[in-house]
């Protein structure tokens, strides 16, 4: 038996099929994965997302801190509440992690990580924090739901007082709002609109009826996966991990180098930069039929491979999809290898979907 959220007995009144993530029992779906992901493209759906790690940064050099420990630079938070996405990484500039930061004052930030590498983020942050005169508590007490979707900020505001649904309303993207001792967050992993809400445990299970009386349905870590896939969002573990660099990830937008500031892997990724990076993550789209998965090669024109390490059946494209780590002078075309067949794929710009719609050149005319 695994970890349990708050949300454990709602998610067994509600009928969901249960598996193990990161030791914890969570939904995988309550019925049909493709009509929940339908749902948060089309209105609203809610994801119990308790199993990640709260983590708070607090004391005097907490800035400084997490300057030093996180790729991106949170110097760039200057108002209270705002987020701010980065990877941490190891000294070779692989990934130890990806994460979310928010800003509450110079010495207080909260980070949010993922929960299956909670044990080894959490021995990182706190080795790194031995220099500095910081403090990192694990938040335990709190519950975190995830609401997505074109309607889901309406309707977390329905379920509201009027004085604070106004005030979580008028939250900008990536910034976040206390609200006595509940969090609203406009931040999210499915490519749509919406809130992560941390929460006391004690008061979780009350709040999610009240969003599923509104209408907000369930949905699991299956519509999640094929949510952030088709938002062009890495999946750790899988799309990146400590072996790869975020600039052979799609993620060198989230790293902020100046000379006015050094951070754990800026010396071995200034040496990749350059030395030239070999490999880009890119989007494909199969032509023939068949399934993409992790781990299925993928062969280029001039002879050279690369590998696919997320894919999936599309729902909103109603295509298989995948994203593939390539030699970076690769484009257009190229064949993935599934049970000794080569089939047509075209390599497109991220993200697959954008708003609920296929973006520009998704899918053919």
């Not at 959490?122 to 609401?147: N, P, S």
Request: proline share 4%; hydrophobic share 40%.
């Amino acid at each position: 038996m695994g970890f349990h959220t708050p949300f454990y007995d709602a998610h067994l009144a509600a009928g969901a099929r249960m598996v193990d993530y990161g030791g914890w029992d969570m939904p995988i779906n309550y019925g049909s994965q493709i009509e929940e992901h339908h749902q948060v493209r089309r209105d609203a759906g809610m994801f119990d997302v308790s199993h990640m790690t709260v983590v708070e940064v607090e004391g005097a050099e907490a800035r400084e801190y997490l300057r030093f420990l996180l790729a991106n630079d949170v110097d760039k938070l200057k108002t209270p509440g705002r987020a701010l996405y980065s990877c941490m990484l190891n000294h070779d500039g692989g990934v130890v992690d990806d994460l979310i930061t928010y800003y509450l004052a110079d010495d207080h930030y909260r980070v949010v990580v993922n929960a299956a590498t909670r044990d080894k983020d959490l021995a990182w942050m706190g080795d790194v924090a031995k220099a500095f005169e910081t403090e990192i508590c694990e938040r335990t007490d709190l519950a975190m739901l995830a609401v997505q979707g074109p309607n889901a900020r309406q309707k977390v505001a329905d379920v509201m007082e009027p004085t604070e649904a106004r005030m979580v309303l008028d939250l900008k993207p990536f910034s976040a709002l206390a609200v006595d001792d509940w969090f609203f967050a406009r931040t999210g992993y499915t490519g749509e609109d919406g809130f992560e809400i941390m929460l006391p445990a004690g008061q979780a299970p009350r709040f999610w009826q009240h969003l599923a009386d509104s209408g907000v349905r369930p949905c699991g870590l299956g519509a999640r996966d094929t949510l952030r896939l088709e938002a062009g969002m890495n999946l750790y573990g899988q799309d990146m991990d400590d072996t790869v660099t975020p600039l052979e990830s799609g993620l060198s937008w989230t790293v902020a180098f100046s000379e006015q500031r050094d951070f754990i892997g800026c010396e071995a990724l200034l040496a990749l930069k350059a030395e030239g990076v070999a490999e880009k993550l890119v989007g494909l789209v199969l032509e023939d039929r068949g399934v993409l998965r992790p781990g299925q090669p993928v062969i280029c024109a001039d002879g050279e491979e690369g590998i696919t390490t997320s894919g999936s059946f599309s729902p909103t494209l109603e295509a298989a999809v995948a994203l593939a780590r390539v030699p970076k002078s690769v484009e257009n075309r190229c064949a993935v290898e599934i049970r000794g067949r080569q089939l047509q794929a075209r390599i497109v710009k991220l993200p697959f979907v954008r708003n609920g719609k296929a973006c520009d050149g998704i899918l053919k005319d």
